[in-house]
T-cell receptor
Framework: RKEVEQDPGPFNVPEGATVAFNCTYSNSASQSFFWYRQDCRKEPKLLMSVYSSGNEDGRFTAQLNRASQYISLLIRDSKLSDSATYLCVDGGSQGNLIFGKGTKLSVKP | GAVVSQHPSWVICKSGTSVKIECRSLDFQATTMFWYRQFPKQSLMLMATSNEGSKATYEQGVEKDKFLINHASLTLSTLTVTSAHPEDSSFYIC?????????????FGPGTRLTVT
């Protein structure tokens, strides 16, 4: 069974903090990975795609370690609006997404 | 680009009735759409992959006769929950790939919250 494992949290951090989430995946053949954010009772929204060793977009950096089969997401200078659940997603070898249960982040003023 | 809509956003129905949920890609054509279900505090679980003009591919454990999927055009897929029961109450979300935005990324509709009484 192909799985994605994440620490459910919650991560409670102050504004301005740097926070990192890790995620492990079981399918060594997977080629693509994603981080989605999901707000309460809303749909997931794509945050970042990771196809090679990593990706960076502003305050967000994702890194992929194929040897250890884990992906990380680093958020710098946290904002209140970053509070959400972050979903680690394995794109699989055939393109069907496999979701982790998510890591809840709460940024406090 | 890559906007996906869903209708209705929420629905309450009585046990034994059927409910149809529509998923539309608004600014792109989607040959493949996906239907997910999410129970509270659980991850999204893929129910089926919907391919335009052909039969849907269902995940193991998902009853194809209960969850009818039709993908009649490149912008519309429908999920019909037949003879709904309270245990079918969940958050149903569709997604689609937008080829212009990447080969594997999926873009999600806003979801439909189904409550069966």
């Amino acid at each position: 069974r192909k799985e994605v494992e994440q620490d459910p949290g919650p991560f409670n951090v102050p504004e301005g903090a740097t926070v990192a989430f890790n995620c492990t995946y079981s399918n060594s053949a997977s080629q693509s990975f994603f981080w989605y954010r999901q707000d309460c009772r809303k749909e997931p929204k794509l945050l970042m795609s990771v196809y090679s060793s990593g990706n960076e977009d502003g305050r967000f950096t994702a890194q992929l370690n194929r040897a250890s089969q884990y992906i990380s997401l680093l958020i710098r200078d946290s904002k209140l609006s970053d509070s959400a659940t972050y979903l680690c997603v394995d794109g699989g070898s055939q393109g069907n997404l496999i979701f982790g249960k998510g890591t809840k982040l709460s940024v406090k003023p | 680009g890559a906007v996906v809509s869903q209708h209705p956003s929420w629905v309450i129905c009585k046990s034994g009735t059927s409910v149809k949920i529509e998923c539309r890609s608004l600014d792109f054509q989607a040959t493949t759409m996906f239907w997910y279900r999410q129970f509270p505090k659980q991850s999204l679980m893929l129910m089926a992959t919907s391919n335009e003009g052909s039969k849907a591919t269902y995940e193991q454990g998902v009853e194809k006769d209960k969850f009818l999927i039709n993908h009649a055009s490149l912008t519309l897929s429908t999920l019909t929950v037949t003879s709904a029961h309270p245990e079918d109450s969940s958050f149903y979300i569709c997604s689609a790939r937008a080829p212009q935005r990447g080969p594997y990324e999926q873009y999600f509709g806003p979801g439909t919250r189904l409550t069966v009484t």
